[in-house]
C-alpha cells in the first residue's frame, strides 16, 4: 500500500479524509434506515379534537337505538372554585340504525369528535337489554378505541339518558360517582356486582351459566336532578341508587332479583368481600347485626343414578358489629346459639334466590358450568336443554358460621346498663 500511494504521490493524510468520509456517509445511512423504521405516534389524538367520554346511555327510539354520551369538560373537572363555572360535564344524544351510525350522527352537534378510551360505564335501558345485549355489545368489544374494564349496569324504570343526565354531590364527575357508588357496594354491601364488558361477555358464552347485570334506579324528581339545584340542598332531589340484580338468559333480560336474592347469588358466586346480616335477638326483642368478615362457596355437581345435582358447603367467619338487646356474649354457648341462627338465616336466603332462579329457568350460578368441568361427556347430552334441567334439580346446601369477634367491649351497654 505504502508503495501505491508513493507511485501516485498521494499524502497519506488525504487517504485518511476518504476513509473518514467513507465511515461518516454509513452512519447517516445506517441512521436514515433506522428512522424508517420508526412509525412515530402515527394514530395519536390531540386533546383538543377530541370530546372525552366517561359513560354512555342506550335506549331505544321505535326501531333505532338513541345514545348519550357524558362527556367531560376537562377545564372545569381541574377548576378548584366552581361559583358561576359551567357543569364539569356534556351530555350529546344522536339516533341512528346502528351504534356506529350513532357516534357519527353526534359531530352534528358535538364540535369535537367522541372518543371512547376513557369510558367507565355503559347503562342499558330495559327494552335494550330485554332486547339482547349482543346487538349492542358488538362496537364495544370489537372498536380497538375502548377497552374492556368498564361497567355495564340496567337502568331500571327509567331510561338510560335521564341516569346520565342528574348532577350527583360529591363527585364533579356523575360517571366517576357511579362507577365509585357500584365499587364500594360490591365490596361492603354485597347485592350488587360490578361487571366489566370481558366478565359480561365471558358470561354469555359460557356454557352453563348466564349472565347477570346490577340494576341502577333513579329515586326523586328527575327535572331537579338533571339542575345544579339537586346538589345545593342537603338531601338531593334526585339520586341515583343501585337496587340489585338483573337476571338474564343468554343474552336477554328476563327479569329482576331484589336485594336478598341478589345476595344469595353473590354468596354462590363467590364475589361476597364484606356485608351484614341482620338476625333477631335470642330473646326476639331487638337485633344483632353479624358482620360477614370471609365467604367462601365450593360447588360439588354429582350424578346420582344418572340424574344431576348440586352440592354447595358454604363457610363464613362473622363478627358481631352491633347489638340492640339484652344477651351474654362472654359465654361461648351464646355465641354457638348466634351461629346456628345466622347459618339459618343464609339457608333461607341462599335456597330462595335457587328456587327464584329455577322459576325463571336462569342458571346464574354457574351450576352447568361446575357439569362442563367436572361431566364434559354428559354435559355434551343436556347442554341445549340445561335450562328446563336446572329448574328441576335438587341442590343440597350446608351453611357453616363461625362468630370471630364480638368488638372492642363484651356484653352490650344495654346489658350493662340494667345491671
Keep these: 500500500m505504502n508503495a501505491v500511494r508513493a507511485a501516485h504521490n498521494v499524502p497519506n493524510n488525504y487517504l485518511e479524509r476518504i476513509d473518514m468520509m467513507k465511515l461518516q456517509w454509513r452512519f447517516l445511512l ?7 423504521l420508526l412509525t412515530g405516534c402515527w394514530s395519536r389524538r390531540e386533546l383538543n379534537d377530541l370530546a372525552i367520554q366517561v359513560a354512555v346511555g342506550i335506549d331505544k327510539s321505535d326501531d333505532l337505538f338513541h345514545l348519550t354520551a357524558q362527556v367531560v369538560e376537562p377545564g372545569e373537572v381541574a377548576k378548584k372554585d366552581s361559583s358561576g363555572a359551567r357543569s364539569p360535564v356534556t351530555t350529546y344524544s344522536a339516533t341512528g340504525r346502528s351504534l356506529i351510525e350513532t357516534y357519527r350522527k353526534m359531530t352534528t352537534t358535538s364540535p369535537r369528535r367522541i372518543y371512547g378510551a376513557h369510558l367507565r360505564m355503559i347503562v342499558l335501558s330495559e327494552e335494550v337489554a330485554r332486547e339482547g345485549l349482543n346487538k349492542v355489545m358488538d362496537l364495544f368489544s370489537r372498536d380497538h378505541e375502548f377497552r374492556t374494564d368498564f ?14 343526565k342528574i348532577i350527583t354531590p360529591l363527585e364533579k364527575i356523575p360517571a366517576n360517582r357511579l362507577l365509585n357508588s357500584l365499587e364500594t357496594s360490591e365490596k361492603y354491601w354485597a347485592p350488587v ?29 328527575l327535572e331537579v336532578g338533571k339542575t345544579e339545584q339537586n346538589v345545593k340542598e342537603i338531601a338531593p332531589e334526585a339520586i341515583l341508587h343501585y337496587v340489585g340484580l338483573a337476571i338474564f338468559k343468554q343474552d336477554k333480560l328476563i327479569g329482576w332479583f331484589d336485594e336478598e336474592n341478589s345476595k344469595g347469588v353473590t354468596y ?3 364475589k361476597v368481600k364484606n356485608t351484614i346480616g341482620v338476625l333477631p335477638c335470642l330473646d326476639k326483642e331487638g337485633e344483632i347485626n353479624i358482620e360477614v368478615a370471609r365467604s367462601n362457596a365450593k360447588i ?9 345435582q348440586i352440592h354447595v358447603e358454604l363457610k363464613v367467619e ?10 351474654d356474649l362472654t359465654q361461648r354457648s351464646t355465641l354457638t346459639k348466634l351461629e346456628r341462627l345466622m347459618e339459618h338465616h343464609l339457608e333461607k336466603m ?41 329448574a328441576k334439580m335438587p341442590v343440597q346446601l350446608k351453611v357453616e358460621v363461625k362468630v370471630r369477634h364480638s368488638g372492642t367491649i363484651g356484653n352490650p351497654i344495654m346489658k350493662k346498663s340494667k345491671g
Excluded at 445506517?30 to 424508517?36: A, E, H, Q, R, V
Design 318 to 327: 362473622a363478627n358481631i358489629s352491633e347489638v340492640s338487646c339484652s344477651i
Design 151 to 164: 361497567y355495564v349496569v340496567v337502568a331500571k324504570n327509567t331510561k338510560a339518558e335521564n341516569i346520565l
Design 30 to 36: 445506517g441512521f436514515i434506515l433506522l428512522s424508517l
Design 268 to 270: 354462590l358466586r363467590n
Design 350 to 390: 341462599i335456597r330462595s334466590s335457587v328456587r327464584q332462579a329455577q322459576k325463571m329457568k336462569s342458571d346464574v350460578f354457574g351450576f352447568g358450568e361446575e357439569f362442563h368441568r367436572s361431566e364434559p361427556e354428559y354435559w355434551a347430552t343436556v347442554k341445549n336443554n340445561w335450562n328446563q334441567i336446572f
Design 193 to 221: 356486582l360490578g361487571i366489566s364488558l370481558h366478565e359480561l361477555i365471558n358470561d354469555i358464552v359460557s356454557d352453563g351459566r348466564q349472565p347477570v347485570l346490577t340494576a341502577l334506579e333513579l329515586k326523586g324528581d
Design 300 to 308: 360439588k355437581p354429582e350424578l346420582k343414578d344418572g340424574a344431576p
